[in-house]
């Protein structure tokens, strides 16, 4: 018996050490992942911005280096928030290393406020005199806003787009909860006040459908403003685009201006070693944003002497003592 409770024991103590060990080994593994990750990074001369949206856009990056890292492949996930976006656009204008901007879209995770935000830092860009060249194997609205301040916007000769407006949709609760025999009990002030309709109504009020035709129609018109000066098209033409659902394929994209060509990705690369002088597709350099965000400013110090503190605040405006956001 003392016997079996000494290999017992033994047994017990080695689980203990080997987990240790892991869990010191896995540490040392996440460690040095994540300090490859703070290394600064040097780019040569030509070398293209390559810009993808397809990862969730936030206000304002993580920084925690655990909240975003993947077990699965021990890597940290490179996901943007706005300001780093916007800070290596503005960054990149300014880089002699950068020759322009490679726009690779699809979908793009975010709102219009954070897609109008990212808009304007590439027209910015452009004062620059440097190429912005956009390809998508098809193009949502959003992204075809952003894809439309380019010096080129190309499509997938098999690919689509989306142009047909912008629409609201309410689901309205007041009749499932009365078959449920519950009760809502609601407290407004004023007709606008629309957050509880849906547990009044069947259907959207006069005041409601006002104020949500005001906004969408404020976001739509603004949209084809901005696509009408980029890509020379009336607004009026482009009403009846969306209207008359016009926009059927890629062929009908290049007939109605709104990309200049259909290309394959091939093609793409060969127009990107055209226009940074490269002999050989192989050679062409290109940087993704993250690893851009390594990449210093050359005039840091000239920043760091006056600063102004951003502070970024996400969630649910709470009312009472000890309610807080996230």
């Not at 103590?13 to 600064?40: C, E, P, R, Y």
């Not at 954070?114 to 390809?135: C, M, V």
């Not at 499509?155 to 009365?178: I, Q, S, T």
């Not at 409601?208 to 005001?214: G, H, I, L, S």
């Amino acid at each position: 018996m003392k016997g079996f409770f000494k290999y017992l024991l033994a047994s017990i103590l080695g689980v203990i050490i080997a987990i240790f060990l892991f869990f010191f080994i896995m540490m040392g593994i996440i460690g040095a992942a994540i300090s490859k990750q703070d290394q600064v990074v040097k780019i040569e001369k030509n070398t293209i911005l390559h810009v993808t949206l397809d990862q969730t856009i936030t206000d304002r990056s993580n920084k925690n280096p655990m909240e975003s890292f993947d077990f699965s492949t021990f890597k940290p996930v490179a996901q943007l928030g706005l300001n780093d976006i916007l800070e290596n656009i503005k960054k990149a204008k300014t880089d002699e290393n950068i020759a322009g901007i490679y726009l690779d879209l699809d979908i793009i995770p975010a709102g219009i406020a954070t897609i109008e935000e990212i808009r304007n830092a590439l027209l910015d860009f452009k004062a620059s005199g440097k190429f912005i060249i956009s390809y998508a194997d098809s193009y949502t609205q959003p992204s075809y806003y952003i894809a439309s301040v380019s010096d080129k916007v190309y499509l997938n000769p098999e690919g689509m787009m989306m142009f047909v407006g912008l629409r609201a949709e309410l689901m309205f609760f007041k009749e499932a909860l009365e078959k449920l025999g519950v009760e809502m009990q609601i407290i407004r002030h004023g007709k606008f006040k629309s957050a509880v309709e849906p547990f009044m109504y069947t259907k959207m009020s006069d005041e409601n459908r006002e104020q949500t035709m005001t906004y969408i129609g404020a976001i739509w018109n603004k949209m084809l403003t901005g696509i009408s000066e980029s890509r020379n098209i009336s607004v009026d033409d482009l009403n009846k685009i969306a209207n008359n659902l016009l926009l059927k394929n890629a062929e009908s994209a290049v007939e109605l201006k709104f990309v200049d060509g259909l290309k394959y990705k091939d093609e793409i690369l060969d127009e990107l070693m055209t226009l940074t002088e490269k002999k050989d597709i192989d050679k062409i350099t290109t940087i993704d944003l993250a690893k851009y965000t390594k990449v210093p400013r050359k005039d840091r110090k000239a920043l760091e002497k006056d600063k102004i503190a951003v502070v970024y605040a996400s969630g649910t405006v709470m009312m009472g003592e000890g309610a807080e956001g996230t």
